[in-house]
């Protein structure tokens, strides 16, 4: 008996330093590299009151990005008046931690506050005067975070998803030129940090194209872009993964790094479209959109696990192709996907679950990025 309970004991002890062993293992340090790999940080995290979410962001990624504090909206609410608060302290943190940093991002259609395109009387500003303001805006804070913050999203969701510019206000008052004249401005303003365009649904085909074709035209006027940031908000049944390989195949072919910089993977039924407007009937709806209120059952969490893993051995295995994968969050809790499309959902789309722990798809991810 006591060679048995022996045997025992030494085979659990070899067990757990297996599992200890696996678990030291972190995902920036299996996938050194290859590329970096980062994660988005809330207002509570960049201040470290999220205490162990910041324990997470400091031993698993190696890489950073602001979930909002450096949208225009909150860096320059009023002409003139910057408010650098927030945004001194993401790059303090990563500066303090040796991390990446990419700021996010310079010229965007969505909160870039009213003031930008009108003007004391409410009426549209002029090219010139647009133009002005941006380049004061892209100065002052690339200016401001030179040799710092490492990467710019420069230009994010300027196309829609046919491949045409987006009629946002930048477009409609300056035209097509507004894109690289803001390359333009945040090369001068920092001559040393990459630049980058940024868009979703950027594997479609017709959109992949448009990229393609404004990645040369941006080459072809000597101006500076490093790479194409692939959001990456996917769903279990969406995108097809060759579409998805071919558009990384096609940016990279244009000369330029691929980056998935927003990832998160819904485990959510996709919306129904053409609901109807009867009160019962949107509330089925929303029942069934909303179908794992207190966690995922085993057979969803397996699938939502290998769907990842999927994502994840496609970047490795391009890995001479990507630069970095950026998670749009840190924990399944903090995800904005929790209340998309309506408000109230539950959704699990990141690596680590609401508690902090790592989900199986961590193990999967390193044992793939050890193969290779």
């Known amino acids: 008996m006591k060679k048995i309970a022996c045997l ?152 829609n998803d046919d491949g045409t510019y987006r009629n946002s206000k930048f477009y409609e008052i300056v035209g097509e030129d507004f894109i690289p004249l803001a390359f333009k401005f945040a090369h001068e303003a920092d001559p040393n940090a990459e630049l980058y365009y940024n868009d979703y649904n950027e594997w479609r085909p017709e959109k992949r194209d448009a990229i393609v074709k404004l990645v040369k035209k941006l080459k072809d006027e000597g101006l500076r872009i490093d790479a194409v940031g692939m959001q990456g908000h996917v769903g279990m049944d969406y995108p097809d993964l060759g579409d998805y390989k071919a558009a990384i195949d096609a940016y990279a072919a244009a000369g330029v790094k691929v980056m998935v910089t927003e990832l998160d993977l819904s485990a959510l039924p996709s919306p129904r479209r053409n609901v109807g407007a009867n009160i019962s009937d949107i509330e089925a709806y929303r029942n069934e959109m909303n179908p794992y209120t207190g966690s995922l059952p085993d057979s969803v969490s397996t699938a939502w696990t290998n769907r990842m893993a999927a994502f994840f051995k496609l970047f490795i295995d391009n890995k001479d192709k990507m630069e970095r994968v950026t998670l749009w969050g840190v924990t399944d809790g903090q995800s904005w996907k929790n209340n998309f499309p309506m408000r109230g959902r539950t959704d699990y789309p990141l690596l680590f679950d609401r508690n902090y722990q790592p989900k199986a798809i961590v193990s999967a991810i390193i044992q793939e990025a050890e193969k290779q």
């Not at 931690?97 to 004391?120: A, E, R, V, Y």
């Not at 009426?123 to 710019?152: E, F, P």
Request: aromatic share 14%; net charge negative; charged share 20%.
């Open 8 to 159: 025992f004991l030494f085979v659990s002890l070899f067990v757990y330093t297996q599992y200890a062993q696996a678990q030291a293992t972190t995902l920036k340090e299996a996938l050194a590299g290859k590329f970096l790999i980062g994660t988005a940080m809330n207002l509570d995290q960049i201040w470290e009151k999220d205490t162990m979410a910041v324990k997470v962001i400091t031993q698993q990624f190696d890489a950073i990005g602001a979930e909002n504090c450096m949208k225009s909206m909150f860096l320059q609410p009023k002409e003139g008046e910057f408010n650098f608060k927030d945004a001194d302290q993401f790059v303090a943190f990563g500066e303090q931690n040796h991390l990446w940093m990419t700021g996010h991002c310079l010229i965007w259609h969505s909160q870039t506050p009213s003031w930008f395109f009108t003007d004391k009387d409410g009426n549209a500003v002029s090219r010139d005067t647009l133009i002005a303001r941006m380049r004061n805006h892209i100065m002052t804070v690339v200016g401001r975070y030179k040799g710092s913050v490492k990467g710019w999203d420069v230009v994010n969701e300027a196309l």
